[in-house]
Structure formats: C-alpha cells, structure tokens
C-alpha cells in the first residue's frame, strides 16, 4: 500500500515536471492546436467527437451552400468558433476551420484548458463546472436554449445530449493505469437512444377512418429544434394490400424553418378518411423519421396493425 502510495506521488510529480513541455496546447488563435494533439491521450472521447455533427459543422455541403461558400461571415463564428462564448462575442477560429466545433471549442479560452472535473493532468488544467450545465451550449443555441428555460425542465442539455457513462477519460499506458474511472460526457450529440425516446406514436383505426396521435414525450424543447437549418421531423401514414400496394398515403412535415414543430409534452392528433374494399386485408402503419439536409434520416417511432376491409 505505501509503496503504491511512493509510485502515485511519484507519477504525479512527474506529470508536474514535465507539464511545461506541453503549453503549447493552450495556445489560441494562429497557434491553436488540431485536435488530433489531443486524439494522443483521449482516444475514446476523439472518436465520438469525429463522429458527430460538430465535427462537421463547417464543412458539410448545406452550410457551405447556406453560407454562399462562406461568404456570409455572420454565420461562421457558431460553426468554428475559437471558444464558447455568448452569442454575439463568438469569434471565428482563424485556423483548422475544417474541424468545426472541435475540442479547443469547448475546452480551450484565456489560455487555458478547461473541464468539467478538477484532475491532475500532464497539461495545466483548471476546473469549471458550467461544461455541464445548459448554459454552456446558450451560445451557439439561443434559441433551443430559450425553448429549454420557457419548459421548466431541471435536466441540463447535457443530460440527454452528452449521456455520461462509467470510463477513463485517458486511454493509453502509463497514464491510463493512473487515472481513476469516472462519469465522462459521450461526445455524440445525436444517438439512437435520444431518438427513439423523443416522440410516441400511436393509431386507431375506427369506422371509415384512421386515427394517428403523436406526442413530443421526452424534449426539454420544440420537435424539431433550432433556428437554423432545415430540421425537419416527418410523420408518414400508409395503408397497404396483401400484395403490398399502398392504397392510402398520407404525410405531415414538422419544421423548424416554419416554426410548425410541437411544442414539449404537447400531442397532435390526425384523422384521415379511409375506404377499403369489404373482405380483403390491409395492414395500416405510420412512422415518425428525423430528416435534416445533408444527414442520414434517422428512425424515431413505428406504429402498425391489421385492417380488415369494410371497417
């Protein structure tokens, strides 16, 4: 145990003699580092971030299209911003804007690498809790952030978006056998589990008509969300034969755009009129995807059942 103890202080002192050599990390604008300096000790967290859409925030096709290939200036502080800030004191990164919102972003200001959690690091690094709380997203997302506050929801953006799970924030040896587990924010925004939790989807087929109720279940805010963007969330309802021919096809577009998305806790009803021939079988079924330009539709929610002809 004490020599445990020896080796630990050991490492630790270590880690403090040679936390000069890495200050070169906390250099901002021209001399800001890729993120890939810190794929070296963050292997798992690197990888979430390359997958999600922060990681592409300034070079997917629509922004750049949006933007008039990046000549709307007023756009780009939020999709490659040197640093978090409010939203009008953003300032664009003037260097690795192909990264968009990466790992200086969020955890890199006033020369100084932030987190959530007060750690020994083999860079300086100061603690500052707010990384956790939805007033750290309130900048690049005012207006969700409003829809949020308006809710009187008490979980943070964080919560649902950045799920924290049991790990080690470091990956890789020495350091990684020194480091203690603990609860670290995946860095996939979008997920499977957040999407098919947001919505119910629900059908009644009665006489003459079917019957489809959706509800916003789980968001702290409007489905869909953002100011910017084609967000889009689309309900579709069909009605097919034995043979699998569509005899009914009905669908409803929720946009972010046109401001038509459903406000939390909130459940739309539609009732569409439906013949059917009297003895043949159908099969009824509606769902729920998430569509924004340039991404993969995503599934949120099914809903199907047997329909006899004639009912």
């Known amino acids: 145990m004490k020599k445990g103890l020896i080796i630990v202080g050991l ?18 604008g021209d001399k800001t580092v890729k993120s890939a300096e810190c794929n070296q000790c963050h292997k798992a967290i690197y990888e979430d971030w390359s997958k999600n859409f922060h990681a592409k925030a300034y070079s997917n096709d629509p922004f750049k299209k949006a933007t008039k290939d990046y000549q709307e200036k007023a756009c780009l502080p939020c999709h490659a911003a040197q640093e978090m800030a409010e939203e009008k004191a953003l300032k664009l990164r003037p260097v690795h804007l192909e990264e968009g919102i990466n790992c200086t972003t969020c955890h890199l200001r006033n020369n100084m ?15 500052d ?15 969700t952030y409003q829809e949020w506050q308006a809710s009187g929801s008490k ?18 040896f020495p350091l990684s056998s020194l480091v203690p587990k603990r ?10 589990g957040l999407l098919t939790g947001a919505a119910s989807l629900t059908g009644e ?40 021919k569509t005899v009914f096809s009905k669908q409803e577009i929720f946009s972010s755009q046109k401001g038509s998305g459903i406000p939390v ?3 739309v ?17 509606a769902t729920l995807t998430y569509q924004v330009q340039g991404r993969p539709e995503r599934a949120m929610a099914t809903w199907s059942a047997p329909v006899g002809g004639g009912t």
């Open 265 to 267: 806790q909130k459940t």
């Open 183 to 192: 609860m670290i924010g995946q860095h996939i925004q979008i997920y499977e």
């Open 129 to 143: 809790a707010s990384m956790i709380k939805s007033e750290f997203c309130a900048g690049c997302h005012m207006p």
């Open 269 to 285: 009803v539609y009732e569409y009129p439906l013949t059917l021939a009297a003895g043949k079988q159908y099969t009824a079924k």
């Open 113 to 127: 690498i932030y987190g959530p959690y007060k750690l020994t690091a083999k860079h300086p690094s100061e603690q």
């Open 205 to 244: 087929i009665g006489t003459g008509s079917i019957r489809i109720s959706l509800t916003n279940k789980a968001s702290a805010h409007t489905m869909p969300t953002g100011k910017y963007g084609d967000y889009r969330v689309v309900l579709t309802t069909t009605v097919v034969d034995a043979e699998d």
């Open 11 to 28: 490492m630790i002192g270590l880690l403090v003699l040679v936390g000069a050599k890495y200050d070169y990390l906390l250099e901002m």
């Open 155 to 172: 979980r943070q953006c964080q919560e649902c978006h950045m799920p924290r799970v049991e790990g080690k924030a470091v990956q890789g």
